[in-house]
């Protein structure tokens, strides 16, 4: 698929700065961009590229002031990145993609499969198992007893959901996710552990993206919950009888304790780790690596183990780099005023 | 399955406090109790619950002492938790287990295995594997070249466990764990990294539970070895060579750095980091996040990153909050310290 | 196999010190030294057990002077760790190595595999897939459309490599990771997310060894790179766009943001955090659950969340282990010079 400047700039309500007849076939990084593609400049970070480089054309925000003459072909629209998403979504849509049922794979008698599935090779569909319309199971994926899947969903290969789970429509589950395994939970019985079966499931709303390898436990009683639209990045916990509102994000191998509450439009860094039992409200951002031990109020921005305001934290920290000065300073004054109080006595 | 309260307390040896004939024939979560339902009690949290709910059964701690009048039918036993597992325990017994080797599954000639067993499709065992009594092996798992596993272990889908490792009896090893996969063991070699073989096995005695997703290497040489009873949660790593004693418990994402020892019945939280070489002693608690980089002796509590006991760490946390006060103090106290100093000079 | 002192000592260019005609035909770890065995003494820990060790050949480094008798013949070669290394791998190369395509794998019309290759049950090789001489590849593994894998690389049972990724030669990919999943990008719209779809890839360069369950995210545009040599332990999380140096080798836990460039023969512990789109210079060493959130110059060693240079944080973190009494010093001082000022001024 070829375009001009001017088809694209008319697709995305944005403006052409230089020839609007240009046109790319395809798409590259700003720092790498080559002839005959289209790239794109939304984090200032890389601006100085804009000016090197050999994209013919660059969606920029309507904002942005160059400092220098640039070759390219600019495009303005209100944001760049959303407009890149619209544009690789438009190629996105337009790969072919995966039907049909694929020999050596397995689907129990009593389960129902909807029209225009794919099914891998490999793939295992349990009893009872009620899969929707236009779903795709990639290969060496396992859908346990009773699971419900919504319809346009995306299974990637190697896959587990465990009986009972119910996955909406529209959801993505990257390849080796786990789904609905033993919330860890046992009572001390003596010098050992007694397991507490763990019979509640796992419900994820529609519009949920689960990262590779995330694993996701059932509850003990009742379900764990993932809110619609909430994405998950790669290697994440949530333990059981969790609840994350709709729309939070939360980056790579964070942990959620078991029956902590997440609120809606919440934004954690990666390796955040959450203590169990408690409440954190909506729109709550966690710097990388904090730890929150404590409920949270709505609409903050948190920081550290254990998590305080990100502006405290940051003031701590300035301090902590100096600690050791700090302290030779109060080992020297305590001298002084030593002295001092000699010399007055005197 | 239909029981009076009279029923339940029997069976449980407590004490019932109010209707003893009423029914119930599930569970529910205290705050999300239903009529029909049995409920429990154990964290203080959700003690606010027991007055609204709708479960008309709920099992509570002897010393549990209300405050108000609740319409629920209580069951006092000595610790509602464990009483809670002894029922769920019952309800899971009376499930069917899954019994048979399902067609598209692949067991090695020289494999032997057990009465009993459960071997999903698309499962695979190894030469000379030995896999003993009422195993149940969910699909997609691998089970590698002499491979032994104890009786009424539990393998869930695409489990992977390497050649030569043993599990014991009565283990259950969720979806996605990694069993002997090698160590991580380079030797220098310029500027390059030489592989060091890893020779060694995995060794799972009795009654542990491991996570899904969690990885344990080989050893080097001899065995990683993980003790009876030991808990294991989600996205756990064990490095090679680790030793970890009886009943330890361990929360998702920690991770044991090689050849490291860790005492029997020690708890440790979420996310938490063990150096390489080191010894844990018994019964240690180290709560989340935490780092230890030494040799602890045993019963210790330990908190921070690098760990010390819990109690200092709490106090040196209180004064990081407030060390930009601290600060500012000490440069204040220098001022009035020169002010003075030149006073009582002149 | 069985070899005298002196044999192995000829072949690894050391010198025996004992008798040169004891046999050893397996290996063991100084601590459990059996007779008949080879073990090895590299790390100083370790130095007290080699007076006890029924081990029958130790080696050792060069410059090792032992303090008391030792029964066992050592075989002193420059770096024991090194040459342990290489006697391994000669027992590794010993071990009949599997070949040939195992009934009930599925092999695409339209790829290419070469010669002396295993494929295991249960595998899935797409179309256009191109996977060279002499790879194994485990049951369970899942190989996308148009991948291609180099000469003499094994990867591991349940690995997952979505389309489009390349594989280089001598490369070990252990069971479970994930290569290629889509990167973690959306652009916010109103309250909802908008995926960025990922049209990148990923690149691994020759003799890479990735870990168990770790996984590897696509690009969103270009490749996610992996340098020749490197090694990746366990659950590590690797970003869209990353881009790491040759021979740079990271602990279990590790995870890396989107678009960070790691430069070459760095050294990271595990549970290491790095922020994205920063820069890390060449061998720079980073202590574990370190947290870089900033462009870092080469030839460094940091600790620390942030992390700082390890120096001073050493210095920070004694200082913190004493916060407590700082404080009240500080506050006792404070006291002390307002009582001084009263008397001064009187």
Redesign the interface.
Known sequence: MTFTARQIADFLQGEVVGNPEIKVSD???IE?GKPGTL?FLA?P?YESHIYETQADIVLINNDFTPDKPINATLIKVE?A??S???L??I??KAKAKKSGI?P?S?IAESAKVGEGIYL???S?ISDSAVVGENVQI???S?IGEGVTIGNNTII???V?I?AGCVVGNNC?I???A?IG??G?G????G???????Q?GNVVIED?V?I???T?I?RA???STTIGK?V?L???I?I?H?VEIG??T?M???T?I?GSSKIG??CMFG??V?I?G?ISIGDRVQIG??S?V?NNQKSDQVLLG??A?PAK?CA??????????S??S??FS??K??NN??V??KN
Chains 1, 2, 3 share one sequence.
């Open positions: 798409f590259s990084k790498d790239s984090n970070k944001n990145y959303s890149l998403a619209q690789l979504q190629v996105e694929e050596m397995f891998g090779a490999f295992y990639y290969p060496q396992y990637y290969p190697g587990k465990y993505i990257h390849a080796g786990v395994s033993d860890f046992f009572a001390p019985e010098e050992t552990f007694k397991k507490i079966p019979m519009d993206e990262g590779a390898n694993t436990d003990t009683l009742g639209g994405k990045d790669n290697l916990q333990a009888n709709s729309n994000v980056a790579a191998q942990g304790a809606r439009n990666g390796q780790a203590s039992h990388g690596q730890g031990t183990s254990p305080i405290d003031r701590s920290y300035a301090v902590i780099k100096n600690l050791p700090l302290s300073q109060v004054i305590q002084e005023l001092l109080k010399d007055t």
